[in-house]
T-cell receptor
Framework: QKEVEQDPGPLSVPEGAIVSLNCTYSNSAFQYFMWYRQYSRKGPELLMYTYSSGNKEDGRFTAQVDKSSKYISLFIRDSQPSDSATYLCAPTRGGSNYKLTFGKGTLLTVNP | GAVVSQHPSWVICKSGTSVKIECRSLDFQATTMFWYRQFPKQSLMLMATSNEGSKATYEQGVEKDKFLINHASLTLSTLTVTSAHPEDSSFYIC????????FGPGTRLTVL
């Protein structure tokens, strides 16, 4: 079993839709849960991260972690064409000096 | 803030030659930098962890003699691909740690 599983999609939605992106993981030592956005041929950009279980909201984005089921979610409200990118979940055991374990990434297209 | 640059952004070389890629943290000091490789439509795969002033730690399956990493200062790490071959063609991305990992824009290497 891979440490991090993420449905690669692709996922195509109309503008304004609510998008749900999900990952599962197997390593119970993961404590920090990152979400990155990567545009084609660019480096990943940190969207947000959460520590342990719970929700965190930042504008149109909400990250959710359920450690009991080892399930990570990212919700995007009022999706925009500019949100079209690959979204990568990346849990880690510790702080910034710990290596990230990336999911495969989900390719999202938001159609105008 | 927290900007990471990479140079060059794109390089083409002949098989058998060596290529050096630089990763710089522009506005912060990073004790740890990471090097990743990404093949088309694949996720980021960690190659090595680089700490300033010490030897890099390579992930399993990554040839340390082929991918030479030097972390000479708190703002600069270099990756040298020695005796490059076509199968080394990939997108190489570095990250530098501050409060979290910040990624560079990536370097596309094409080996002919």
């Amino acid at each position: 079993q891979k440490e991090v599983e993420q449905d690669p999609g692709p996922l195509s939605v109309p503008e304004g839709a609510i998008v749900s992106l999900n990952c599962t993981y197997s390593n119970s030592a993961f404590q920090y849960f990152m979400w990155y956005r990567q545009y084609s041929r660019k480096g990943p950009e940190l969207l947000m991260y959460t520590y342990s279980s719970g929700n965190k909201e930042d504008g149109r984005f909400t990250a959710q972690v359920d450690k009991s089921s080892k399930y990570i979610s990212l919700f995007i409200r009022d999706s925009q064409p500019s949100d079209s990118a690959t979204y990568l979940c990346a849990p880690t055991r510790g702080g910034s000096n710990y290596k990230l374990t990336f999911g495969k990434g989900t390719l999202l297209t938001v159609n105008p | 803030g927290a900007v990471v640059s990479q140079h060059p952004s794109w390089v083409i070389c002949k098989s058998g030659t060596s290529v050096k890629i630089e990763c710089r943290s522009l506005d912060f000091q990073a004790t740890t930098m990471f090097w990743y490789r990404q093949f088309p439509k694949q996720s980021l795969m960690l190659m090595a962890t680089s700490n300033e002033g010490s030897k890099a730690t390579y992930e399993q399956g990554v040839e340390k003699d082929k991918f030479l990493i030097n972390h000479a200062s708190l703002t600069l790490s270099t990756l040298t691909v020695t005796s490059a071959h076509p199968e080394d063609s990939s997108f190489y991305i570095c990250s530098a740690t501050f409060d979290t990992q910040y990624f560079g824009p990536g370097t596309r290497l094409t080996v002919l």
